[in-house]
């Protein structure tokens, strides 16, 4: 299966990335794409700016090893998977993961299982510049437990 | 050996790398993580909650029981908050 894993600074064009996906292809049935996007508002205070830290190196490997689970659980014909670092601001792309299969379900589970786990295990950290001062994004308990019902999923 | 620093950790300690030389007994990622925290104020700090303190082994995601013989890099940073 073809995966594309990219860490940038630059922002990336959602379009472009699913049309290369699927050129030249008539297998593929489905594609389902999220892109996560900086918001101005976090938990009722003001954010101007988010700044993306990431472990270079252990990132893309991480990431790889998702992808690969992703590909043993579903029958998966593509997967794409770009996050960005550095200095971003509201209204900007901060990642995007597209995947491509024959049919919707393989491509939707496929999508969110590797969300929930990009979320909670891929070396990236979020530090928010507001009014008050910069300050870390805390890790959410929601984004633990949304990760961890795919490995009781897979023990099931 | 070397151990790098990502985020909070990072500024808590002031640096992002180093390279140690460790004493005996330092067998796994808690028993380091205790070590540095003996090596001044800052190190303390970062590592005041070792609980919420994550780390890694040549890129792997551990354990605090996880045995350090033979790591080329450790890691350690905050619970991850990217996507």
Redesign the interface.
């Known amino acids: 299966m073809a995966s594309t894993i990219r860490l940038q600074s630059e922002d990336f064009d959602v379009a472009a990335e699913t049309a290369a996906l699927t050129r030249g292809r008539v297998d593929i049935g489905a594609v389902v794409t999220f892109t996560g996007i900086c918001r101005a508002s976090e938990a009722g205070h003001d954010v101007a700016a988010m700044t993306l830290e990431h472990y270079p190196g252990m990132a893309e490997e991480e990431i790889g090893r998702h992808v690969a689970e992703a590909e043993r659980r579903w029958p998966l014909l593509g997967v794409v998977v770009i996050h960005r670092h550095g200095r971003l601001v509201p209204g900007d792309n901060i990642m995007m993961v597209a995947v491509a299969a024959a049919h919707r379900g393989a491509a939707f589970a496929a999508a969110e299982f590797l969300m929930d786990y990009l979320k909670t295990q891929a070396p990236f950290w979020k530090k928010e510049e507001r009014r008050d001062g910069s300050a870390w994004v805390a890790a959410k308990s929601a984004d633990d437990a949304a990760a961890e019902r795919w490995a009781k999923a897979l023990e099931g | 050996m070397r151990i790098?620093y990502?985020?909070?950790v990072r500024e808590r300690i002031g640096k992002a790398e180093e390279t140690v030389d460790l004493p005996a007994g330092v067998a796994t990622i808690a028993d380091l993580a205790g070590w540095l925290s003996g090596r001044g104020e800052e190190y303390a700090h970062a590592f005041a909650d070792p609980k919420v303190v994550r780390a890694?082994i040549d890129?792997?995601?551990v354990k605090a029981d996880a045995p350090i013989a033979g790591a080329r890099e450790i890691?350690f940073?905050?619970?991850?908050?990217?996507?």
């Open positions: 790098v990502f985020a909070w890694a890129r792997h995601h890691a940073f905050p619970p991850m908050t990217g996507g």
